[in-house]
């Protein structure tokens, strides 16, 4: 069983930036495609970004691409998310997964099987 704990939340005024990282219990976690995603108050869950085992492949929702980057460090258990040029509508709490599907590219939520409990980012204006 992959146990997550996101870190790295917090407050940040607009058009500053954070680094969330996510660290995995177990050694497991580096055949793992893995995932961020986000839910603000009253709004379903959404796909923020995704990278492959190898860290090869990544991929974005569109409306974080060019200002987020997610990356891996699978000699430390380790997935982390930058985020550059914070909005407001960023605002929401982060949660990594971990996907044991092929479909893990899709960025549908419903593909990952283990979840981070979150971290929140709060981006005042």
């Known amino acids: 069983q992959v146990q997550l704990v996101e870190s790295g939340g917090g407050l940040v005024q607009a058009g500053g930036s954070l680094r969330l990282s996510c660290a995995a219990s177990t050694r497991t976690f580096s055949d793992y495609p893995m995932g961020w995603f986000r839910q603000a108050p009253g709004k379903e869950r959404e796909f923020v970004a995704a990278i492959s085992w190898s860290g090869g492949s990544t991929y974005y929702a569109d409306s974080v691409k060019g200002r987020f980057t997610i990356s891996r460090d699978r000699a430390k258990n380790t997935v982390y998310l930058q985020m550059n040029s914070l909005k407001p509508e960023d605002t929401a709490v982060y949660y990594c997964?971990?996907?044991?599907?092929?479909?893990?590219?899709?960025?549908?939520?419903?593909?990952?099987?283990?979840w981070g409990r979150g971290t929140q980012v709060t981006v005042s204006s």
């Open positions: 997964a971990a996907s044991g599907r092929n479909d893990w590219y899709r960025g549908s939520w419903d593909s990952y099987g283990y």
